[in-house]
């Protein structure tokens, strides 16, 4: 601190402040980690228009657009990563994506598969990697990661639709484990994962779930994914539903009462997809899936069989329409709770007016062959639901091509 005397006539104390740096002081060169992550930030938010004019303005069986007459903001996300590469980086690195808005609420589900679900809301991804000196090098994460089942993932601008489909919505949106992957060749990789279940950041049984992956990509222009995943998906113990203070010493939430009988049944996907670039301008993409679930061993199965076919069109380099058809067979109700075969036919016209700023135009139809879709009279519900939704999507930062 320095000090100031100043006499006019009068005697006036001025008290001014100062810092002078020695060598030691002076700021310090990032370190390389910090300089290989990359910062990235993206807001995604759109206005719907349903047909059915909804009670509550609630639109069934989707995963975000799940608002209708009403400005909504999906997701804001950022995202840090060190990407891993054994021949430009150290082996080690890591992903954090922090998620805030209307898609916290799909992606983190409630208390029916989290026990304390508020507690990692925004962490949509955190998962560090290590690159084991294996062969060709066996890459090894553990944290959070989105779920590699099903062909359509979180973030908007690397999708065909501004919606997502109904095997989106139903196949698991993140896992928490192990996760391993090794490159057998230019040509072909495995993975496989050890996980605590289906949206189970924290597990909810003494069980683990895995998943085995191949990931076949013949050229530049198409791959073949293939999936199977199995595990326990009942809790063995009863829910707790964050009733404030604990009665007994431990956090909100945490159940110490086990559930009598202890659930034994197991689920079973079978989830594949393949997409070809048929040249500059033409994709396609077609994805299967089959699920069986039972509760108890020796319980009914419920099953769910689907399928998805996409197709893309680029006009330009800053513009593509998208199309995609769905059909979802649930005789036992396991997706929407009732029985029925649902459909949906969705088109959607994208312009990214600039890198990192993009419009998209989406009219979508749903339909079942049973009245299942609430209108605006309580209790009147129709075989299908029409929207028009416009989204618009921001994105920048240090992360470049698919998120």
């Not at 303005?57 to 054994?86: C, G, H, K, W």
């Not at 079942?368 to 009147?380: D, H, Y």
């Amino acid at each position: 601190m320095l000090f100031r005397f100043i006499s006019s006539g009068a005697c006036v104390l001025i008290l001014t402040t100062g810092f002078v740096f020695s060598q030691a002081d002076q700021p310090q060169a990032l370190p390389e980690w910090l300089k290989e992550t990359s910062y990235s930030a993206g807001f995604d938010g759109y206005y719907l228009w349903n047909f059915n004019r909804p009670l509550g303005r609630v639109n069934l069986l989707r995963a975000y657009d799940v608002l209708a007459n009403s400005f909504t903001i999906n997701q804001a996300n950022l995202i840090f990563e060190r990407p891993v590469n054994v021949e430009d980086h150290p082996r080690w690195g890591y992903r954090l994506d922090l998620m805030f808005g209307q898609a916290t609420e799909t992606l983190q589900g409630g208390p029916q598969n989290e026990a304390r679900n508020d507690v990692y809301r925004h962490l949509f991804q955190a998962f560090g990697t290590y690159i084991a000196p294996a062969g060709k090098g066996l890459r090894i994460d553990f944290g959070k990661w989105g779920s590699s089942l099903g062909y359509e993932g979180n973030y908007t601008k690397d999708q065909i639709n501004y919606s997502r489909s109904y095997l989106f919505n139903f196949l698991p949106f993140y896992h928490m484990g192990f996760r391993t992957s090794y490159p057998v060749s230019d040509k072909l990789a495995v993975s496989y994962m050890l996980v605590n279940g289906i949206q189970q950041t924290e597990d909810f049984n003494e069980s683990k779930s895995q998943q085995a992956q191949l990931l076949l990509t013949p050229n530049t222009s198409s791959s073949w994914t293939l999936n199977y995943y199995a595990g326990r998906e009942q809790r063995d113990l009863v829910p707790i539903f964050n009733p404030g203070i604990p009665t007994i010493p431990s956090q909100p939430g945490l159940s110490i009462i086990p559930a009598r009988p202890i659930p034994d049944g197991r689920l079973h996907t079978v989830d594949t997809y393949a997409s070809i670039n048929l040249n500059e301008k033409w994709m396609v993409v077609g994805e299967f899936d089959y699920v069986i679930s039972r509760v108890e061993k020796n319980s009914p199965p419920q099953r769910i069989i689907g399928g998805a076919a996409y197709l893309k069109y680029q006009f330009t380099p800053k513009a593509h329409f998208g199309q995609r058809y769905e059909r979802l067979n649930d005789k036992t109700g396991l997706f929407g709770g009732v029985s029925q075969n649902l459909n949906e036919l969705t088109s959607t016209i994208a312009i990214r007016a600039v890198e990192g700023f993009e419009t998209r135009l989406e009219y979508r139809r749903d339909f079942s062959n049973v009245p299942f879709f609430p209108t605006s009279e309580p209790g009147v519900l129709k075989k299908n639901q029409d929207t028009i939704t416009v989204g618009l999507l921001w994105w920048f930062g240090g992360k470049k091509g698919a998120w």
